[in-house]
């Protein structure tokens, strides 16, 4: 995966989302938890700066710098020892190690809207599913449940020499967790917006382990990278002078399988044979030995109305999620095919000549 | 040239496109934010199979290209960067959707290979507008639209501070990365006994950069808030301009334009 050398690629190979992959409604909803999120972050950043009498306006050139220097960071090539490929930083786990989540996680929404903006990596639109994907696993899942728990615990013991191993360990296991779940929303995101006819547990087995190398690898090149800041600037490093004992190396195995278990038990269970769950609850399932659980007739469910009728009939018009047949033509779902295609043509003869009238009239302003 | 030169020159011709003057340019930045949100949700709402219906929508850019006074062809670059994911997820639905739906002269073709096609062109027209929008548009006025519509301050200011710093960054990874392969001939990127040491270096001096960066900021009166110019209102067709494509999208979506054009003349 790596061999593909791909311009501006860092978190991921296919972690940025496009506004083609996302259907309206999906893409609104990671709008409204990514802005969620944001507004947390930001009232969070506000209590700080009342509690330590340090102004925001104070911290905003140093998460500007460390956003741009985690743009400017992944533009580096980190040649992997015997593959002869190339892997990039993680920039989620290192801003929220420097800068903290909450400040972290604003860092990394610009990262991503400028990417978005100047070099078309992700969508417009796409912003809020990738902000979702990339910035919120990896400033909070990332920290929360990985970073901070092991840079509290006793692994590798309290010398400074331990300290090392935590900073190494949380990089490389944070990476690895918070890139699996951001690639198991991508694939969530793209199968909810009924894009691809990919079956959703064919898209998991595809995504997940092409995305555990990536994770392996970007884990260490942050880890690499925080341990260098560490050796020169301990203070910059959160949590690594932390009061050790508060997670014993026991409670943090247990974390860690905690978390393991519930991501792939979520996993399996979102990829089973049932991928439909209320479904099964409303009609059950008497292949799978399953009868009725609700006692409905899912073939008579539900009754004929004129009001249901024009309901049914704006919900065609208007569905934001589309569906996988083309309005007004049942038995031809690519519609009228003679004139759709001579219609066609003619779009494509118009744009042809006001391309070609605009590039006459660009011509003649130059001279 | 390494990859954060060519981010870097990326960049600046994007500056240079969005500092130029034409009819869309003076269009306001909140009209011009409006239609592209407004046609990137049109495009991607049609049907997987409404390969004709969705192929109206390309007037839109290309329009607004001319109207620009910008070549179509300046954002294809743009468009490795957005397609890999697009086209690995297109690729595959032929594969599972092999019902015949649409017979061009006698040859069959499947509901995979039209969702496909949709899914690609969805992908290629969201990029003409998104990238329409930023190359006509310089990212303080987008800032500015932002803060209107009361997106939080801190956002707009790290954004914008974001944005000027990157291309400071950019050049010094640049410059960097060239002296380290000078140093190394023939190697591929950055050797593991330098993978901490090549960013953490540059990242401990920016660190002390930002504070130097705060300090002077704060003798020339920044308190945390960037002030914009008051009249950055746009053309007085702006509001006309969103107004007549969103009724133009709304039109594309419910009625099957080409459809309708070619009964008129097949």
Redesign the interface.
Known sequence: MYG?R????KEG??M?????????GV?ATMYVVSAAV??VS?VK?RKEEKLQKQ????R??????????V???Q?????I?GT?S?GH?CGGMMLSA?LGPFAGF??M???L??Q??????????ALGANIWNMAFYGCFVGYFLIYRPIMHSRLGGTSKGGARVRIIVSSIVGCVLTLQLGAFSVVLE?SLS??????FGAFVGLMQPIHLAIGLVEG??TG??????YE??PE?VREANAEKGKYSLKTTVVILAVVAAIIGGGLSLLASGNPDGLEWALFGNEDAGYNANMGLDEENYGKSSGAADAAASIQE?T??L???????DEE?????????????L???V??GA??T???I??KK?AK | M???E??CQ??QA?DELAAKSSLIHRIGAGSKLLV??LY??T???????????L??M??YP??G???A?I??RT?FY?????????C???L??P???KQI????GGVG?S??V??MLT??M??VF??MA??L??ATTS?ES?CAVLRRIHC?K??T???L???R??S???E???VM?QAYHLRAPG??????SA??????????R??D???A??ES?ELRG????FYYAAGEKGARYSWLYALGWAALFALAR?V????????L??
């Not at chain 1, 940025?16 to 309206?24: E, F, G, R, V």
């Not at chain 2, 920044?222 to 808030?225: K, Q, V, Y």
């Not at chain 2, 099957?256 to 009964?263: C, E, F, Q, R």
């Open positions: 593909i791909i311009p501006h690629k190979f296919f940025h989302m496009a506004d083609a992959l996302l259907a309206p893409a944001a507004t930001i950043l102004p925001i306006s104070k905003l050139p140093v998460m500007a710098v460390m956003a741009a220097l743009f400017a960071g533009m580096i090539n980190y040649t020892p002869g190339s930083l420097l604003l860092s929404i610009v990262v809207a400028i978005c903006l100047f070099f078309a990596d992700g969508g417009l639109m793209t009924g894009i691809s006819d990919l079956p260490l090149i690499a990278v925080l341990l260098f800041v020169a600037r910059l018009k569905a934001f589309p569906d996988y047949a083309f309005s007004g031809n779902p690519a519609g009228t095919t003679v004139s759709g295609l001579v219609g066609a003619m779009v494509a118009v744009a006001v391309c009238v605009g590039g009239y660009r302003k | 390494n990859q954060a060519r981010a990326e960049l994007m592209t949100i990137i949700v495009v991607v709402s049609f049907s997987k199979y409404d390969i004709f219906g192929f109206v390309v007037l290309v329009i290209y001319q109207f006074l070549p179509v954002c743009k468009l490795r960067v957005v397609m890999p994911l697009v690995a997820v297109g595959l639905n594969f599972f959707d739906i649409l017979t061009i073709v509901g995979g039209i969702s899914l690609m969805k992908g969201c990029l998104s990238f929008l930023i990212i987008i939080p801190i956002l200011s790290l954004l501070l974001t944005f710093y990157v400071v960054l950019l010094e990874v640049s990365t190697q591929k990127g950055i050797h593991i993978w901490g040491s090549f960013l953490g270096q540059l990242l401990l920016s660190m950069r930002a504070t960066l705060y900021m920044f308190h945390g808030e419910l099957n334009l080409p459809a309708l054009l070619g009964t003349f097949a």
